[in-house]
C-alpha cells in the first residue's frame, strides 16, 4: 500500500500548509486514512485520522482547532489543511491506510509508510 505525501516546507510561526496524500497503488476508500508526524529524537505519533467513508474524524490535542483531515474519494487522497502552525509542529509528516481510526493509532501499527514530507516552522 504505497502512498505518496506532498506539501511541505518551511513556513512562519501563524501560518498555513495544505498536506497532500495520494496512493499510488492501491483504492484508499476501502481504508481509514490518517496522518502521522515524527520530530527529530521522537517517536512517531498519530495526529489526525478519518473513517473510510470521510464521518468520522480523530485529533491529536495539540493540533485541535488547527488542523483539518479530509479524504477525497475521486482522487483516491486524503489532506491535512494545518492553520496556525507552531514551531512545535515541525517534524516530517507521514500518511497512512489503517484498519480503523481510534485515538489509539493502532489501526495503523502495520501500515506501509511511505518517504513523508517535511514540514519546518520558523519562529
Known amino acids: 500500500l504505497k502512498v505518496v505525501e506532498s506539501g511541505g516546507g518551511l513556513v512562519q510561526a501563524g501560518g498555513s500548509v495544505r498536506l497532500s496524500c495520494v496512493a499510488s497503488?492501491?483504492?484508499?476508500?476501502?481504508?481509514?486514512a490518517g496522518w502521522f508526524r515524527q520530530a527529530p529524537g521522537k517517536a512517531r505519533e498519530g495526529v489526525s485520522c478519518v473513517s473510510r467513508d470521510g464521518g468520522l474524524t480523530k485529533y491529536v490535542n495539540s493540533v485541535k482547532g488547527r488542523f483539518t483531515i479530509s479524504k477525497d474519494d475521486a482522487n483516491n487522497a486524503i489532506y491535512l489543511e494545518m492553520n496556525n502552525l507552531k514551531p512545535e509542529d515541525t517534524a516530517v509528516y507521514y500518511c497512512?491506510?489503517?484498519?480503523?481510526?481510534?485515538?489509539?493509532?493502532?489501526?495503523?501499527?502495520?501500515?506501509?509508510w511511505g518517504r513523508g514530507t517535511q514540514v519546518t516552522v520558523s519562529s
Open positions: 497503488d492501491f483504492d484508499f476508500r476501502p481504508y481509514h
Open positions: 497512512a491506510a489503517g484498519s480503523r481510526c481510534d485515538r489509539t493509532y493502532s489501526g495503523f501499527d502495520n501500515a506501509e
